[in-house]
């Protein structure tokens, strides 16, 4: 069966301060792949997305990155973190297979910038 | 615009009372309506893909129903570990990501 995994699961960052996120998938080849970005009380922000190695389509401009260095690993980046980059970053997968595809959510990494 | 809006933003019922949550769509083309379960903390949990109109999908406690219009995921006879906030998602025709709703709080006392 498949896994998603997400680390870390919490992270107090400084403003300025570098990010990394990271989110592996397991059990699946050739996924989609997905980071979102969930406010308090509100929807699920789809920050970026990936059908393939070094594949990144960017939803929404921001001081965030992403990248996927292998198939089943996804990382979300930011070389100096803002106050407003506070939120909780879910990351999910799909088959890949024709839409609709029903998404898979990791635990997700709770992100607190002071 | 495609837009999604869940009603009521939270909803408190005593153990065993049944109800209804209600997401509302408007997409040029509905592919596919989506609901997950999501506890605090956590990452959402994938419950039911609808497609068309008429369409019903059973779970434990909860059934989902769609119409042209709106969805409704039904919790009958609820236990308090039912609690949690439950999404709406709907992928349309006009959209390659999903639209989502802001969730209903479901708050169920024992």
């Known amino acids: 069966s498949q896994t998603i995994h997400q680390w870390p699961a919490t992270l107090v960052q400084p403003v300025g301060s570098p990010l990394s996120l990271e989110c592996t998938v397991e059990?699946?080849?050739?996924?989609?792949l997905y980071w979102y970005r969930q406010a308090a009380g509100r929807g699920l922000q789809l920050l970026f997305y990936s059908v393939g190695i070094g594949q990144i389509s960017s939803e929404v401009p921001q001081n965030l990155s992403a990248s996927r260095p292998q198939d089943r690993q996804f990382i979300l980046s930011s070389k100096k973190l803002l106050l407003s980059d506070s939120g909780f970053y879910l990351c999910a997968w799909s088959a890949g297979t024709a839409a609709p595809e029903t998404q898979y959510f990791g635990p997700g990494t709770r992100l607190l910038v002071l | 615009e495609d837009q999604v809006t869940q009603s009521p933003e939270a909803l408190r019922l005593q153990e065993g009372e049944s109800s209804s949550l209600n997401c509302s769509y408007t997409v040029s083309g509905l592919r596919g309506l989506f609901w997950y379960r999501q506890d605090p903390g956590k990452g959402p949990e994938f419950l039911f893909t609808l497609y068309s109109a008429g369409e019903e999908k059973e779970k434990e406690r909860l059934k989902a129903t769609l119409t042209k219009k709106e969805s409704f995921l039904h919790i009958t006879a609820p236990k308090p570990e039912d609690s949690a906030t439950y999404l709406c998602?709907?992928?349309?025709?006009?959209?390659?990501?999903?639209?989502w709703g802001a969730g209903t709080k479901l708050i169920i006392k024992p």
């Open positions: 059990g699946t080849s050739n996924p989609n």
């Open positions: 998602a709907v992928h349309s025709d006009s959209n390659y990501q999903l639209i």
